[in-house]
């Protein structure tokens, strides 16, 4: 995804001491990009303290994309080799997040981490694998028992990842950039931002040769689940 850095002020009028979060999730519109507004998001919270009336968060991260997340409750009987389809074909893989809660009334959820070479792998690993299926979309999948830990039958499975627009909100050094709010930060409405680095780094979707490539590490197991 393309990564732009920002100063954000909030003044809150008092001097009263005091804590403030941007929460993940908070989205930035972009100025106009070739006639187009981006949303950027905050991939993570980010906390700081007062100082005299305002709040200051520097170089702060924001990402080119939408924020999305899907729940799946596992079923042994229609999905017996555990593979979840990720919708969305632009997807910056880098941010992907997966949990796994037992079932729909416990609220503990275990995360996943990605598998990137299976003789790390064990039978209780909680990992998952990532490859592409025959329509170019990702997928995502856990193991069988013997090389990752094995889903239950009404495991609640939450992905999490960040959709993305590629390279068209990558910004020339010519071009100045700048971002606004559209909502109010934990009730506060001035905010004030300004550009630190302009949003770079974003890529064309990967080819299936290339997530092939990326994941040769996995392919004996992913064989056994296309």
Do not use: C, M, W
């Not at 009336?53 to 520097?58: A, D, H, I, Q, R």
């Not at 001035?190 to 040769?209: L, N, P, R, Y």
């Not at 990326?214 to 392919?219: C, I, P, Q, S």
Request: glycine residues 8%; aromatic residues 8%.
């Amino acid at each position: 995804a393309s990564k732009a850095t920002v100063n954000v002020t909030v003044d809150s009028a008092n001097s009263t001491p005091g804590t403030l979060t941007i929460t993940k999730g908070t989205s930035f519109s972009s100025g106009i990009i070739d006639g187009v507004s981006y949303n950027f998001v905050v991939l993570n919270d980010v906390s700081v303290t007062k100082s005299d009336t305002n709040f200051y968060f520097e170089n702060l991260e924001i990402y080119e994309g939408v924020l999305v997340n899907y729940d799946y409750t596992h079923s042994q009987t229609s999905n017996p080799k555990s593979v979840f389809v990720l919708p969305d074909k632009n997807i910056d893989t880098s941010t992907i997040t997966v949990s796994v809660r037992p079932n729909s009334g416990n609220s503990a959820s275990q995360l996943y981490s990605k598998s990137t070479d299976i003789l790390d792998v064990t039978s209780e690993s909680t990992v998952y694998f990532l490859q592409e299926g025959k329509d170019t979309r990702y997928q995502i999948y856990f193991g069988d028992g013997v090389l990752g830990k094995i889903l239950s039958a009404g495991n609640q499975v939450t992905l999490e990842y960040l959709a993305t627009s590629g390279t068209v909100a990558n910004v020339s050094e010519k071009i100045p950039q700048t971002f606004s709010i559209g909502t109010s930060i934990q009730g506060y409405t001035d905010v004030s931002i300004s550009t630190v680095q302009k949003s770079s780094g974003g890529s064309a979707e990967e080819s299936i040769d290339e997530i092939k490539f990326n994941a040769v590490r996995t392919t004996e197991i992913g064989r056994a689940h296309v």
